[in-house]
């Protein structure tokens, strides 16, 4: 039989991505479909094998009017990541931009920031900045912390609290540094070049060439870190939603229920910020 | 003079600008070293250290009762083998097939394709924690064959992890194919279309044309997916309950609930957590400090950004 080259290339071109295919189906998709439909039953651990009973809605209603837990912790997920999504990005790209520096073992640093990403496993930082009973990790015993309880008195816990939260938000930021970084280098020195004769100060070639240049690579990291801060290990959310899922009352309706809550927040949420992030990125060759 | 003065000016200029670089470099190099420097001298430290005001970086009583006691709550040989065993043929297959589904997004045409290439980027904001009750009901109802004594099913089994990898799915799948979409649509169609008058099948192009250019993002992808595995709390918790099939987040998550239960776990607990804490991302740091140089320089070149 004689087909296309046309037809040869599409059926080969599903041939490299049937695999994946099949794995999206079995491991995403299915399980998906099947957790919306169960949360709209009663389904637990002593009826799974009987057929569904639908209940409506009546799990939403219950996550958001009965359940005390859920939506509070949901509202302080939200919170976090409105105050940890810019400084995450505006961190990484400060590193980024200094790591991209031309000095004298310039290498060893880009290898020091890479780090979070190698170790940076949340289970094995959550214990180090749990340690000494949430006391401040950097201040320990160098008599740092009787000299700034002299200035902030009894505002002292929650300093420290917002300095530890920094330092571990600066740990998260890791995959960014490294989608700066490789955005940085795909900018055309040409341009640079060309704003250095037309007498641009380096301040202003970095507003009107670099940030422009890097827009796209930057909707790329927003996207990132709040999928990032979604997903996160100490999300309370998540922590919340496996205490339920594997409580003693073995019920499977509900968990399913606040699971589809959350990923329907988390689509919400990317798109907007798809889209209103999205008009003001600039991509070359447009306009 | 005026030119000698505004020739120093210039140097000195540089020459601060320079330092202030090199100062911030170095201050950012100690917020990420920082923790980790501290977890390794609070493990070698007496618990009297813990207590003494006066040590702050380098212990006075130098002890590795902690190193002692802790590899073996951790029964660090067994949870090791695991975890390699575990992280390294998941990494494998994950980068193989995330390989292969980029380079049929990237490279071929047909029906539907930017469509089911959404739904790769889809994948990546379902959270994990949306669908693992229903994950673990199909891994129960699928059967081993018998490949393994202990268990009919795929729980208790690393099947799990091996089998959504190997379909380009599993740990942030779809952010690795991602990255070798980008890869292969910024490489040069000359070569693949030399192979392909020369005879070659696609599946041959793919493998002896493609991939070995591919080495930056093959890197990239096998280590932040070794990684990731590694550090993986999440699935081993949900799918292993056999002791003997144990990694080594659950070893630390059982020694810390230990330690919790003590009545004096204020301090000497403190030391031990952060031994058990360097016990197990050791082996990542020492696979970094030898891959580093390559690592750095893949991240440079993979042109992760299209």
């Known amino acids: ?58 799990n939403y209603v219950e996550a958001f009017t009965i359940d005390i837990e859920f939506v509070p912790y949901l509202l302080e997920t939200l919170r976090n990541l409105v105050v940890d999504v810019p400084i995450i990005l505006a961190f990484s790209l400060a590193v ?53 309880q002299i200035y902030l008195g009894e505002r002292l816990p929650d300093f420290m609290q917002f300095i530890n939260r920094s330092i571990f938000v600066l740990w998260r930021s890791g995959v960014q540094i490294l989608i700066f970084i490789a955005g940085l280098k795909s900018i055309d020195p040409a341009l640079y070049e060309a704003a250095e004769v037309d007498g641009a100060s380096a301040w202003s070639r970095f507003w009107k060439v670099t940030l422009p240049m890097l827009s796209p690579v930057m909707l ?14 100490f999300n309370r ?37 798809f889209t209103v992030v999205g008009r003001v990125t600039f991509y070359r060759g447009e306009r | ?72 709550a951790l029964e660090y040989p067994l949870s090791f083998k695991n975890t390699f065993l575990l992280a390294g043929v998941a990494a494998v297959l994950q980068t193989l097939s995330c390989a292969v589904a980029g380079y049929g997004f990237a490279r071929f045409q047909f029906p539907g394709r930017d469509k089911l290439f959404l739904l790769v980027l889809f994948t990546m904001i379902v959270p994990p924690h949306a669908i693992f009750i229903q994950l ?87 280590l932040f997916s070794f990684v990731w595995h590694w550090n993986d709390s999440l699935q081993p918790a949900i799918f292993l309950s056999r002791p003997e099939l144990f990694v080594m987040t659950q070893r630390l998550a059982e020694v810390e609930a230990a330690l919790a239960d003590m009545r004096y776990r204020a301090m000497w607990g403190t030391g031990a957590i952060m031994t058990a804490a360097v016990l197990t991302i050791a082996p990542l740091l020492v696979l970094y400090v030898l891959a580093q140089r390559y690592f750095v320089e893949s991240i440079e070149r993979t042109g992760l950004i299209g």
Request: glycine fraction near 8%; hydrophobic fraction near 55%.
């Open chain 1, 1 to 58: 039989m004689r087909v296309s080259l046309r037809t040869y290339y599409a059926i080969t071109g599903y041939g490299f991505i049937s695999l994946w295919l099949v794995g999206f189906s079995v491991f995403m998709l299915i399980p998906l479909v099947r957790n919306a439909i169960w949360s709209l039953t009663d389904i637990n651990m002593g009826n799974v094998s009987e057929p569904l009973n639908f209940i409506g809605l009546a």
């Open chain 1, 220 to 233: 790329v990291n927003i996207i990132y870190t709040i999928i990032d801060s979604f997903t996160d290990y």
């Open chain 2, 136 to 222: 673990f009901i199909l891994f129960k109802s699928l059967p081993s064959f018998g490949l393994f004594a202990h268990s009919k099913n795929w729980l208790d089994t690393y099947l799990p992890f091996y089998v959504p990898e190997a379909m380009g799915m599993g740990l942030r799948g779809a952010l690795f194919v991602f990255i070798f979409r980008q890869f292969f649509k910024g490489m040069p169609w000359e070569l693949e279309d030399a192979a392909l008058i020369d005879g070659a099948g696609p599946f041959r192009v793919f493998w002896n044309i493609m991939l070995p250019p591919a080495q930056p993002a093959i890197l990239v992808v096998f």
């Open chain 1, 96 to 148: 980024a931009l200094l790591a991209m520096q031309d000095v004298p073992g310039g290498t060893v640093f880009r290898a020091i920031f890479f780090l979070p990403v190698v170790i940076g496993s949340a289970a094995v930082i959550g214990r180090l900045f749990g340690m000494f009973g949430g006391q401040l990790v950097l201040f320990r015993g160098e008599g740092a912390q009787q000299f700034l």
């Open chain 2, 1 to 72: 003079m005026t030119r000698l003065w505004w020739f120093l000016r210039r140097r000195v200029g540089k020459f601060l600008l320079r330092a202030v670089i090199i100062l911030l470099l170095v201050d950012t190099a100690f917020i990420f070293l920082m923790p980790l420097l501290r977890m390794l001298s609070t493990s070698v430290m007496h618990v009297m250290d813990l207590y003494d005001p006066t040590v702050v970086w380098i212990p006075r009583r130098w002890s590795w009762e902690n190193y002692k006691l802790v590899f073996q």
């Open chain 1, 237 to 273: 959310v998540l922590w919340y939603m496996r205490l339920i899922s594997f409580r003693t009352d073995l019920r499977l309706g509900y968990p399913s229920a606040l699971g589809f809550i959350y990923f329907l927040l988390i689509f919400v949420f990317v798109i907007i910020v």
